[in-house]
Structure formats: structure tokens, C-alpha cells
């Protein structure tokens, strides 16, 4: 449901404070919607968020555990990564899936698209479940230190009401996958 506004903002001028190969960090001055002028700072992300739950025919599925410098902590989710804007998220999506779990995948279900953190970014992401499985050695990034764990999507759902995971993606992905489960549509 989007509805056409325009925009509160007036943007006087916007200048790169920062950029690597994955993100830009602007620096806009502008007038907020009440008038007054004021910095808005903003992080555009060069590839798409991308987020697989993978479900076997016995409802069993794979988690990737991972330190998260950003964090710093350890995090358990699903598989997740990166995409380039200009390839098919889905084809970014089965090629994560691949190199985190050691899984492919003949039956993909876009189940969710959204913006990860649209107050201060741009950044898309997709979340796909993919099933009728088939598996083969993971093959991670060498900046990648993976655990790699099986169990029952009841108790990766179990783990997201009980707070254990707080990887965004995932716990997007288990709430919807769990209703469309729930809802025989899935």
C-alpha cells in the first residue's frame, strides 16, 4: 500500500562523507517538515539484503552461526548475504544459499521484501524460502567463519518467540514462513 506524498524535506545540498565497495555514507543539509534547517545523515547500500530459509520436506532447516563485527557478537540466522542490484535477487539468493549451507534448491517462494532500516538506509532486502532440497559441500567466503546447524523449523520458530535470535532477516522469514505454514500455503 504506497501512497503518493510529496516531500516534507528540502534538500540544500548532499556531500559523500564515505564509501567502500558495499556502502555510501551521505551528509545532507536540509530543512526538516517544521522549517528548521538541520543534518540528515543517510547510508545508501550498494547490493540488495538477501535472506533464504531452507525447508526440507520434514519441515527441518539450516541456520548459519557467525561472529558479526558490527554487533560484536555471535549470531545465528539464516542463510543471508549480498546481491548486485543488477542480477535477479532470486539467482543472488540461490548462489548464498549454496556457498553458506551446502544447498540447492528446484522450488523458490519470494515470501517477503522490505527496507531494512529505512530511516537511515536504503538498503532492500528479499527473503525466499526454498525447498525440495539437494545438498553438496558449503563453499563460504574467505572473509566467512561458519557453523553450520540442521534442525527443526519448530525450533528455529521456538528460538526467534524466545528472543535467541535477533538477526532481523530471520526473524522476519521464520514469522512469515510460520504463517504461511500454519495457513497450508506454504
Known sequence: MSTEVKNPWTIFSSVEIHETPW???MKHDVLNPAGNPTIYSTVHFV???LGVLALDEDYNTWIVGQYR?????YSWEIPEGGGDKNVDPIQSAKRELSEEAGLEATKWTKIQELYMSNSVSDEKAFIYVAQD???????PDEDEELKLR???????????INGDITDSITIIAVLKAKYLIDNHLL
Open 133 to 139: 532440497l539437494t545438498f553438496h559441500d558449503a563453499h
Open 150 to 160: 540442521k534442525i527443526p523449523f519448530q525450533q528455529l520458530h521456538d528460538m526467534v
Open 47 to 49: 547490493n540488495y539484503a
Open 23 to 25: 556502502i555510501k555514507v
Open 69 to 73: 563485527f558490527p554487533i560484536k557478537q
